[in-house]
């Protein structure tokens, strides 16, 4: 009888710190594979393998493209990269961002339920916004376990909350209890475990559907809304309680995580009318110099005009302007 030999891990701000932590409390002989997101900038490498390698006994490391799947390791999604799972290997995309991230928490974990099913544990810790829901909501689905950090523990409850307000999520602990209950839940035989992938299964590549954007069925129905990565038509699909939103290009959202983006697609674009609007007075002001040194009466009308587009435009600019600082204030 095989066991949830498969573990996942998704985090996001304060996630090095809780993470490093939930490792550090792993035994040796701990028998399943882990995989852990992390939000991380697409610029630079990352540590995260030799900080987690040092805080307890298992090994882990950036995987690469087609690397086997090994228990007792930990395999951390590099930066840049989805990190995804085909029966029995490893698989890393650089497709299109979901949540507005590269690596995402949804993709590892959609991509783990749909293989390897009741075989999966999912762990969302704590970060911002909602990436991992829809993902924990897929394990689900399949027959496997989902897990979150105890909200009240976390430096920020969003993604465990987000999680528990749409799921029923098997086990809510913080960190010290989380680690025993996978140590006990992988150890768990299971009666009647999944079979092995059908071969069509197995000839599936995911990575490449992922990259199409093909990675689910059907596109759902038109949202009336834009994706703030392409601005391409966004389609919602409603799986029990969870929504998400996707693209042609195959962007893809969950409600609170398109707000977020939306918000700051529309922060950029205000500040781009603010831009225009004060360059557009500044001209203005500039003729208004231009016309009232000439002394001519036609001039001083044309001057007159030109004072008054550039008052209006630098009003228009310091509402806008006042506008975007009180919503930064609220933001903070």
């Given at each position: 009888?095989?066991?949830?030999?498969?573990?996942?891990?998704?985090?996001?701000?304060?996630?090095?710190?809780?993470?490093?932590?939930?490792?550090?409390?792993?035994?040796?002989?701990?028998?399943?594979?882990?995989?852990?997101?992390?939000?991380?900038?697409?610029?630079?490498?990352?540590?995260?393998?030799?900080?987690?390698?040092?805080?307890?006994?298992?090994?882990?490391?950036?995987?690469?493209?087609?690397?086997?799947?090994?228990?007792?390791?930990?395999?951390?999604?590099?930066?840049?990269?989805?990190?995804?799972?085909?029966?029995?290997?490893?698989?890393?995309?650089?497709?299109?961002?979901?949540?507005?991230?590269?690596?995402?928490?949804?993709?590892?974990?959609?991509?783990?339920?749909?293989?390897y099913r009741r075989r999966?544990?999912?762990?969302?810790?704590?970060?911002?916004?909602?990436?991992?829901?829809?993902g924990l909501a897929t394990?689900?689905?399949?027959?496997?376990?989902?897990?979150?950090?105890?909200?009240?523990?976390?430096?920020?409850?969003?993604?465990?909350?987000?999680?528990?307000?749409?799921?029923?999520?098997?086990?809510?602990?913080?960190?010290?209890?989380?680690?025993?209950?996978?140590?006990?839940?992988?150890?768990?035989?299971?009666?009647?475990?999944?079979?092995?992938?059908?071969?069509?299964?197995?000839?599936?590549?995911?990575?490449?559907?992922?990259?199409?954007?093909?990675?689910?069925?059907?596109?759902?129905?038109?949202?009336?809304?834009?994706?703030?990565?392409?601005?391409?038509?966004?389609?919602?699909?409603?799986?029990?309680?969870?929504?998400?939103?996707?693209?042609?290009?195959?962007?893809?959202?969950?409600?609170?995580?398109?707000?977020?983006?939306?918000?700051?697609?529309?922060?950029?674009?205000?500040w781009a009318a603010v831009?225009?609007?004060?360059?557009?007075?500044?001209?203005?002001?500039?003729?208004?110099?231009?016309?009232?040194?000439?002394?001519?009466?036609?001039?001083?009308?044309?001057?007159?005009?030109?004072?008054?587009?550039?008052?209006?435009?630098?009003?228009?600019?310091?509402?806008?302007?006042?506008?975007?600082?009180?919503?930064?204030?609220?933001?903070?």
């Amino acid at each position: 009888m095989g066991g949830r030999d498969i573990v996942l891990i998704g985090a996001s701000a304060g996630g090095v710190h809780a993470i490093s932590e939930l490792v550090a409390l792993f035994p040796r002989d701990f028998p399943a594979a882990v995989f852990i997101v992390l939000h991380l900038s697409p610029y630079g490498n990352s540590a995260m393998p030799q900080i987690l390698s040092r805080s307890g006994p298992l090994p882990a490391v950036h995987p690469k493209d087609g690397d086997p799947i090994l228990p007792g390791r930990i395999y951390v999604a590099p930066p840049d990269h989805h990190l995804l799972i085909e029966p029995d290997r490893i698989r890393l995309s650089r497709g299109p961002t979901e949540n507005g991230h590269r690596p995402a928490v949804d993709v590892l974990f959609r991509t783990a339920a749909q293989v390897y099913r009741r075989r999966v544990v999912g762990v969302v810790l704590t970060g911002n916004l909602d990436d991992g829901t829809a993902g924990l909501a897929t394990i689900k689905k399949e027959g496997g376990v989902a897990m979150v950090q105890d909200p009240a523990e976390a430096d920020y409850p969003s993604m465990p909350q987000n999680a528990m307000a749409v799921i029923d999520v098997d086990h809510v602990l913080p960190i010290a209890e989380l680690v025993p209950m996978l140590v006990k839940v992988v150890n768990e035989p299971l009666a009647d475990p999944d079979p092995p992938p059908r071969k069509e299964q197995t000839l599936m590549n995911i990575k490449k559907e992922l990259e199409r954007g093909e990675d689910r069925e059907g596109k759902g129905e038109p949202a009336g809304l834009s994706c703030p990565a392409c601005g391409g038509t966004l389609f919602e699909r409603k799986e029990g309680e969870v929504i998400h939103f996707r693209c042609r290009t195959g962007h893809a959202y969950s409600p609170e995580s398109l707000l977020a983006e939306q918000f700051e697609s529309l922060e950029a674009t205000l500040w781009a009318a603010v831009r225009a609007l004060e360059e557009n007075a500044a001209l203005a002001r500039r003729m208004e110099r231009t016309m009232n040194m000439r002394g001519r009466a036609g001039a001083t009308a044309s001057g007159n005009r030109y004072a008054q587009r550039a008052n209006e435009a630098e009003r228009h600019a310091a509402l806008l302007r006042q506008v975007l600082l009180q919503e930064q204030s609220k933001q903070a």
